[in-house]
């Protein structure tokens, strides 16, 4: 306890002082939402202040969130590994389990904030936003399933743009069916033109492919494709830091959400996270656990997803596009949800639209890289329904937000066009064209 007093102490000196508040990101109070007062009373009754003091340190990182139920599905999901309970037991408590790592892995980074500054600790959460995702990729990547890889993250992609934004438009209309349901368009025209870019950088080595296929160009390379995606991916990064500078810099103000003050006790917890609960050493240890424990079920999902797919008569294009991003980022569109609730729309866009944006400009592109390292072909070539549906969205979604002003219909429409992409996933199955050109056809279920 006293370790957490000095820290506290020490972050407002050097972080709340008037002139330097602490910059809170839309994914920061997204997952402020989610986030509660614990009772420590009967912490000061322990007589042994070491004790009191790990204890406290339990607490503040296991008790203080609404998903702290859910904690036991990631021992659970560790005990039917090795007591080997079957793989979709495996596969369903290891998603479980990621949904409140994912909250506790964004609280500990904005802790870490406290003590870095609002630039490093706008890089943490630029990070660690998607770090689920980037972990099922680099462990796909390594066991060489890198279809898994492109569906996961065009799903997010899809899920934040459509489902995630979709719904909080639509709960946001309906509760809200009188009031003015404004938000600030500058943000969202910034992500959805890096979205643009990212879609035209799917959409050429896709084209280059079938233009090639058609013979009306030539080209003298056989990993051409390969190679552009490659190049395409490296620009991305390029832009991404691009976007960071613009972010975190020259023009943060765009990006800051407008605080409606009112009296819900989501508001309090907010207001009480303007000063740290743990340590820098603390927030640290306890970040590499919550990491690690993240990559641990990320393991398992991956090891096990086909045979959820046998089991369930599913698809691995279907669980990895639909059934994998609602499961892994609950937690982050329930916060998005609540502050849409609250006709919070800044929030609920920076949200769903930032995670999207990071996802297609940081998550792909570094994968395409880290494959290219471990010498496995991976592109930016995510066929043609993938990378048509991925198109489609962000046109829908830049349509969807150009006035500035929203309503329930909006919500709606998004809402549907996911509906009608997770049917058409859900109808089809992938499989390979004799196992020797790697072309692949789809079979229609009927």
């Given at each position: ?317 279907f669980i990895s596009i639909i059934l994998l991003p609602i499961v892994g980022n609950a937690a982050e569109h329930a916060g998005a949800v609540i502050f849409a609730l609250k006709n919070k729309l800044d929030i609920t866009l920076g949200v769903s639209l930032g995670s999207a944006t990071q996802i297609s400009m940081f998550v792909v592109p ?81």
């Amino acid at each position: 306890m006293e370790s957490n007093t000095m820290a506290k102490e020490m972050a407002v000196r050097h972080h709340l002082l008037p002139g330097s508040p602490r910059r809170r990101t839309a994914h920061n109070l997204s997952s402020s939402s989610l986030r509660k007062s614990s009772d420590a009373s009967l912490l000061h009754k322990v007589p042994c202040a070491a004790l009191r003091s790990l204890l406290a340190n339990l607490n503040d990182v296991l008790l203080t969130t609404r998903l702290f139920l859910l904690f036991p599905a990631v021992l659970l999901a560790i005990a039917a590994t090795y007591l080997h309970f079957g793989q979709v037991w495996v596969f369903v408590l290891s998603l479980i389990g990621l949904v409140p790592l994912a909250e506790r892995l964004s609280f500990l980074t904005e802790q870490i904030a406290f003590y870095t500054g609002p630039t490093v600790g706008g890089l943490l959460n630029a990070t660690f936003g998607n770090v689920t995702e980037v972990i099922i990729a680099l462990l796909a990547l390594r066991e060489g399933k890198i279809e898994v890889v492109k569906c996961s993250l065009l799903g997010s992609i899809l899920s934040n743009l459509l489902l995630v934004l979709g719904t909080s438009l639509f709960l946001a209309g309906i509760a809200n069916l009188r009031a003015h349901q404004p938000y600030d368009t500058k943000q969202a025209h910034v992500n959805t033109a890096l979205l643009m870019l990212a879609v035209l950088c799917h959409s050429l080595p896709l084209m280059l492919r079938y233009a090639v296929t058609s013979g009306d160009h030539a080209i003298v390379s056989g990993d051409a494709a390969l190679h552009l995606s490659r190049a395409c991916s490296i620009l991305m990064l390029v832009a991404y830091l691009a976007y960071l500078f613009f972010q975190l810099k020259t023009h943060r103000q765009l990006f800051e959400p407008q605080q409606v003050e009112d009296d819900d006790d989501d508001d309090l917890v907010i207001a009480q996270d303007d000063e740290p609960v743990l340590g820098f050493s603390s927030a640290m240890i306890w970040l590499a656990l919550m990491t690690l424990l993240t990559a641990l079920l990320s393991g398992y999902v991956v090891s096990t997803i086909e045979a959820a797919s046998e089991s369930w008569e599913l698809s691995v294009s279907f669980i990895s596009i639909i059934l994998l991003p609602i499961v892994g980022n609950a937690a982050e569109h329930a916060g998005a949800v609540i502050f849409a609730l609250k006709n919070k729309l800044d929030i609920t866009l920076g949200v769903s639209l930032g995670s999207a944006t990071q996802i297609s400009m940081f998550v792909v592109p570094v994968s395409v890289i880290v494959a290219w390292t471990m010498g496995i072909p991976m592109d930016l070539d995510f066929n043609l329904l993938e990378t048509g549906s991925l198109f489609l969205a962000i046109l829908v979604t830049a349509f969807t937000l150009q006035e500035g002003e929203s309503h329930y219909l909006k919500g709606l429409i998004l809402v549907l066009c996911y509906a009608v992409i997770s049917v058409c996933f859900f109808v089809i199955r992938r499989r390979s064209a004799g196992g020797t050109d790697g072309v692949h056809h789809l079979d229609v279920i009927v």
